[in-house]
């Protein structure tokens, strides 16, 4: 029998804080860490959705950046929990989170920038995304980056950025 889950994506809240993290702790190979402060700072900007069940457990999270400078709306920190893989919810945070920015920042490109060990590659073209190659992308989207990005040494760091058509 196939387990059916009823999924919920709602906004986040800041009773959801530690579980956001404790979610985005889990990533393998996460380029950035994320701070409390700046998951509550994406909760007051409306730049943060979770996935929950109808129990009320969270499953997964999605968060959006804006890059002013560039004008670009960044699907980020997304991450589901791996008993609840495979069943569509980082799909539904990422077409949820994609209405709200076109909402928020309707004259902004959204990209989503993905490291190497991203699940969201495949789900980020099948949502009409194409890549952009890292040499066009604007030099803001790289400040963050860690010493090893390939701006930063000019060697391949696995990372790939789309932008949706």
Same mark, same amino acid.
């Given at each position: 029998?196939?387990?059916i889950l009823?999924i ?9 804080v530690?579980v956001i993290l404790g979610?985005?702790?889990? @990533?393998p190979?996460?380029l ?6 700046e ?5 007051a ?8 069940d109808?129990n ?5 999270h ?6 002013q400078?560039?004008n670009?709306?960044?699907l ?15 799909t ?5 989170m994609i209405?709200r ?5 309707p ?8 490291? @190497?060990a991203s699940?969201?590659r ?7 995304f194409?890549d952009?190659s890292l040499d066009? @992308? ?5 400040s963050?980056?860690?010493a090893?990005c390939?701006?930063?040494t ?11 058509k």
């Amino acid at each position: 029998m196939t387990e059916i889950l009823e999924i919920k994506i709602r906004p986040s809240e800041s009773k959801d804080v530690e579980v956001i993290l404790g979610l985005i702790a889990q @990533a393998p190979d996460a380029l950035l860490t994320v701070t409390p402060a700046e998951i509550q700072s994406w909760i007051a900007l409306g730049h943060s959705l979770v996935a929950e069940d109808s129990n009320g457990k969270v499953l997964g999270h999605q968060g959006l950046g804006h890059w002013q400078q560039s004008n670009l709306a960044e699907l980020r920190a997304a991450y589901v929990d791996p008993s609840a893989r495979g069943k569509g919810i980082n799909t539904l945070m990422k077409k949820e989170m994609i209405k709200r920015a076109k909402e928020m920042y309707p004259d902004s490109a959204i990209i989503g920038f993905t490291e @190497a060990a991203s699940k969201s590659r495949g789900i980020l073209t099948k949502l009409g995304f194409i890549d952009l190659s890292l040499d066009a @992308a604007p030099q803001e989207l790289f400040s963050i980056c860690p010493a090893n990005c390939y701006k930063k040494t000019g060697i391949d760091c696995g990372c790939k950025i789309f932008i949706k058509k």
